[in-house]
């Protein structure tokens, strides 16, 4: 018996680093998963791995049409939707907000945020049909504090906070929960390689060395506080944020002194 047995994920951005993590585990765990995604090539070879219980669906985030198809794919492959993981995100090449352009301001509110929404909006008369269902947000560190050159980013992720908690308050009395992750750095092609338009990746000007877990985080580390807040587990949770960050938004940790 597995924790997710007869129960269909929807995760988008399901081919990427953190996104492949939660969906290769989903399955391990039991359940059918609907992969959304835009690039069709790795989201197939990822069906191809997992075989039985595994769908590929193009999705668009941005587009509301696009996650009614992704819906109706888990309704029709597997009968219903019990999950929904808002896994998708972009971010921008780092600026002054003064030297930010609108493009780049809505493309990142779009998809990081909107995106998050059209999902819930899309995904909630399934999940009403389910037993229980859940919906987590992938949200970020960023969320929490200001970042530096990183405006359509962090508004983004702080605006995601609020959605999900009026998304709990909503949706509480349908046995639908809503929670937020937020991750700090997790090592990933998205923090590795740079945004587009961007010289240098996250990676390059980060260390971890000086905080209190001395490591960069691995999807793994994601996927496993995922599983367990979409899960009859945290039947009692919702509303609620989770930081997983190695203690990064405590502060570099002091250093004892040489003998």
């Not at 129960?7 to 059918?32: C, K």
């Not at 229980?132 to 906070?161: C, D, F, Q």
């Amino acid at each position: 018996m597995h924790r997710f047995d007869n129960q269909t994920v929807l995760v988008t951005g399901g081919t990427g680093g953190q996104g492949s993590s939660h969906v290769r585990a989903f399955h391990a765990e039991g359940a059918n998963v609907v992969i959304g995604g835009i690039d069709a090539e790795r989201g197939d070879a990822l069906v191809d791995e997992l075989g039985d219980r595994a769908r590929f669906a193009h999705l668009d985030v941005t587009d509301e049409s696009s996650w009614s198809a992704a819906v109706t794919t888990a309704e029709r492959a597997f009968g219903g939707l019990s999950v929904l993981v808002n896994n998708a995100g972009v971010q921008n090449p780092p600026a002054l907000i003064e030297h930010t352009d609108q493009a780049t301001w809505s493309r990142i509110l779009d998809v990081n945020l909107t995106g998050a929404f059209l999902g819930i909006k899309a995904a909630v008369p399934a999940l009403r049909r389910s037993t229980e269902g859940a919906v987590v947000n992938i949200a970020s560190t960023m969320g929490l504090g200001g970042t530096a050159h990183y405006a359509p980013y962090v508004a983004s992720k702080w605006a995601l906070r609020g959605l999900t908690q009026t998304a709990a308050l909503e949706l509480g009395r349908d046995r639908i929960r809503v929670n937020t992750i937020h991750p700090g750095v997790i090592a990933t092609p998205f923090i590795h390689e740079p945004a587009a338009g961007a010289g240098a990746a996250i990676a390059d000007f980060y260390s971890p060395e000086p905080f209190a877990v001395p490591r960069l985080g691995e999807p793994a580390d994601v996927t496993r506080l995922l599983l367990f807040l979409a899960s009859p587990e945290a039947s009692f949770i919702t509303g609620s944020e989770y930081v997983i960050d190695g203690g990064l938004q405590l502060g570099p940790a002091l250093q004892a002194e040489a003998a």
